[in-house]
Each structure stands twice: as structure tokens, then as C-alpha cells.
């Protein structure tokens, strides 16, 4: 899936449907292909996933 702003992808990783490392794989992909804005959208959606991950209640979502 082609993800167009951080809203997309922080709700495929809450919801399970792609993984951090992916998101990671693809940051790292738009960083040598120099995509700044893309390098931004990717930062912000593991920044806003790892806090999520990092509340005390933290329970996975299941589909």
C-alpha cells in the first residue's frame, strides 16, 4: 500500500495490518532515494507508534 500522510500508517500499525519494521524499511528506502517529506510522514508514525506502545495499558488491537 502506497501511504499518503502518518494518519494511514499509525492506524495499519495499531490495527496490525503492517509492522514496525516495515515502516522502518520504507524510512530508511525514502531516505536514500532523498524524500524528505516522506522521511517526515514515516518519522512521525513510529514516533506517534512507539508512544502508544509505551503506555501503561497498552493492549494490542486485534482485527
Known sequence: ?????V???Y???IT?????TLVYSS???ARKREQ?????I???AIRRFDEWRATPNFTPMTS
Do not use: K
Open 42 to 44: 514515516f518519522e512521525e
Open 27 to 29: 524510512l530508511v528506502r
Open 16 to 20: 496490525g495490518r503492517t509492522t514496525r
Open 1 to 5: 500500500m502506497r501511504y499518503f500522510n
Open 7 to 9: 494518519d494511514q500508517i
Open 36 to 40: 524528505p517529506g516522506r522521511v517526515e
Open 11 to 13: 492506524a495499519d500499525l
